[in-house]
């Protein structure tokens, strides 16, 4: 199914953004103040213009009421990402999504209605950082301030057990919600309690960040 999406600003993460959207076959308008931006997405996107996204009367013209779903990732001009997220919730767009510089600036915009605000930079920071201090945790996702999903690879500790042979949730207070297996690259979602942990699988699980944390240092941590 085809969803209409526009992307205002061009910059590497709007660009980015409309690039895997058309290349997943959606349709994108693409809008950027500057030519030189716009131009380079004229044959990758449905259609790409020159607009300023602050001026009501133009997203008007541009038919901005149509679309399900707009991206506002204006980068260094705040004011103007604020402005043009406004504008949209008042013009009746469903969903918003706004990129955010810093965490005064997305207060601002989850206060004037945007439906997700993004803090790609931030986000990525944490990511690597997580990273960077447990080789063994691959991905982390923040679900709230103090609760994520990681993917840890299984360590020595693990290896060789059942779920309910590490009781994890009674331990840990974190669940397991899926084991992705390091020989068949297949994902077991919702895992049985007898489900066996082999070497070079990695776990999801879910739960508040100490706990996690507890039980990456008991049972994960390199050893
Ligand atoms: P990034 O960090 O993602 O590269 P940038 O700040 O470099 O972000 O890019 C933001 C883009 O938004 C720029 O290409 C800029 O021309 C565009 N932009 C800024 N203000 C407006 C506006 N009012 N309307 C449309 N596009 C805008």
Do not use: W
């Amino acid at each position: 199914m085809k969803r209409e999406f526009a992307v205002i600003g061009l910059g590497r993460f709007g660009g980015s953004v409309c690039r895997e959207l058309s290349a997943e076959g959606m349709d994108v308008l693409a809008i950027d103040t500057m030519e030189s931006k716009v131009s380079q997405f004229r044959n990758i996107a449905s259609h790409a213009v020159i607009a300023d996204a602050t001026d009501e009367r133009v997203l008007k013209e541009l038919g901005i009421r149509n679309i399900d779903h707009v991206i506002v990732a204006i980068g260094e001009d705040i004011q103007a990402s604020i402005l043009t997220t406004l504008m949209l919730k008042e013009l009746g767009i469903k969903k918003v999504t706004a990129k955010a510089q810093n965490d005064y600036h997305e207060k601002v915009l989850n206060k004037i209605g945007a439906d997700q605000v993004i803090h790609p930079e931030r986000d990525m920071g944490r990511k690597i950082a997580h990273s960077i201090i447990s080789n063994n945790i691959l991905d982390h996702l923040e679900l709230s301030d103090d609760h994520s999903i990681v993917e840890i690879k299984a360590g020595k500790k693990l290896v060789n057990q059942t779920l309910v042979d590490l009781d994890i949730r009674a331990n840990y207070g974190c669940n397991v919600v899926a084991i992705k297996s390091g020989q068949t690259d297949e994902i077991n979602v919702s895992p049985m309690a007898d489900e066996m942990i082999h070497d070079g699988d990695i776990l999801v699980i879910i739960g508040a960040d100490k706990d996690i944390s507890r039980f990456e240092k008991q049972l994960i941590a390199d050893e």
